[in-house]
């Protein structure tokens, strides 16, 4: 199993540029979730959905969005990039509140 | 506010045996997660705790106090890729997870 696959691993944005960072995930997981990770700061939670078709923001949602239209796929989009969104980003799923995250690898992203 | 603290980072020995603390205030509690991350990687899964004790998994060990808002990870027989970022992160009432900032475990041999 592939677990959960984000794309891409790195990315370069200049200012007010676009852009959708994908995750899938192969486990059939109901839960998903957007953070990001700055250093020397706790993960942060962008935004997350419970399944198919209902999203929630999160501590730090200002300046992004989602959307879930599957089971499988969670893409943030990022609209008119600012440099404070330059971070890492991880995309996360589980079975249950409860329940291990697993997480992508992570989208490297810089906004200059 | 909502805080967790974790030290930012700590030096051990190989072989020796360490021991990363976590205290937290947050609003209710529905269990605290251990999380271990390598530079540049994701965060993997190391440990849940709910009830307050000790539970053990091969050569790391977590206990929790909820009383005292306390949680430590207890890792043995260090290994020099047990070098990593740890992370503890707590659920609170509303079943969010509140993220520590880490504590970076340096390894020497």
């Known amino acids: 199993n592939a677990g959960v696959t984000q794309t891409p691993k790195f990315r370069i944005l200049k200012i007010g540029q676009s852009m959708t960072l994908q995750c899938t995930q192969d486990m059939n997981h109901n839960y998903m979730y957007w953070y990001r990770q700055d250093p020397g700061m706790g993960l942060k939670l962008i935004y997350y959905?419970?399944?198919?078709?209902?999203?929630d923001k999160g501590e730090v949602p200002n300046g992004y969005n989602v959307s879930r239209s599957t089971t499988e796929d969670f893409p943030l989009r990022l609209e008119l990039a600012a440099p404070s969104q330059t971070s890492v980003y991880f995309c996360?799923?589980?079975?249950?509140?409860?329940?291990?995250?697993?997480f992508g690898n992570g989208t490297r992203l810089t906004v200059t | 506010g909502q805080n967790i603290d974790q030290p930012t980072e700590m030096t051990a020995t190989e072989g020796a045996i360490v021991q990363i603390n976590c205290t937290y205030q947050t609003s209710g509690f529905n269990g605290l997660f251990w999380y271990q991350q390598h530079a540049g990687e994701a965060p993997t899964f190391l440990s849940y705790?709910?009830l307050d004790g000790l539970e053990e998994k091969g050569r790391f060990s977590s206990f929790l106090s909820r009383s005292k808002g306390y949680s430590y990870l207890l890792l043995k027989e260090l290994q020099m890729k047990d070098s990593a970022s740890y992370l503890c992160?707590?659920?609170?009432?509303?079943?969010?997870?509140?993220w520590g900032a880490g504590t970076k475990l340096i390894i020497k041999p």
């Open positions: 996360a799923s589980t079975t249950g509140e409860s329940s291990p995250l697993h």
């Open positions: 705790n709910v």
């Open positions: 959905s419970v399944g198919a078709g209902i999203t």
């Open positions: 992160a707590v659920m609170d009432s509303n079943y969010q997870l509140i």
